[in-house]
């Protein structure tokens, strides 16, 4: 994905024209050009410095924004996908492992999401406890 653009749309439409859609229309999807981001680890909350709790919570915004530009690209390889079968004389048939495929993407890549920022509650809980306010 370059800045939130799907490769395989870009490549598809801009390469090919918009001519290139029946590229979808075989069994199965093309395997997906859409890059699941790395999850980023969190500092032990108790012995971490002030900046890296700070640095944590940066490393977390950007992981979710990037997060919701892997589930739109994928979203939207099924949407050309999808376009591409019914482009085709006769429509093409669609495989129904592609859905569940990009479903189970999408739902791996949300639990992620919550489970980094239960770990970052957990991070910056502790750093509060070992620094208290005033002290």
């Known amino acids: 994905m370059i800045r939130g653009l799907c490769l395989t749309t870009a490549v598809v439409v801009g390469v090919l024209g918009g001519t290139g859609l029946a590229i979808y229309g075989g069994p199965a999807l093309a395997a997906s050009a859409c890059m699941d981001p790395e999850v980023p680890a969190m500092p032990d909350g ?41 482009a085709q004389k006769p ?9 569940s495929e990009r479903e189970a993407k999408i739902n791996a890549n949300q639990k992620a999401k919550e489970n980094l920022g239960k770990a970052y509650g957990t991070t910056a809980a502790a750093y509060r406890q070992a620094h208290p306010a005033g002290k």
């Open 91 to 99: 429509p093409g048939k669609m495989d129904p492992k592609v859905n």
């Open 46 to 86: 108790k012995t971490a410095e002030r900046q890296a709790v700070i640095d944590a919570a940066a490393a977390v915004k950007s992981y979710v924004a990037k997060s919701d530009e892997y589930q739109t690209c994928l979203n939207s390889e099924y949407e050309a996908y999808v376009k591409g079968l019914a």
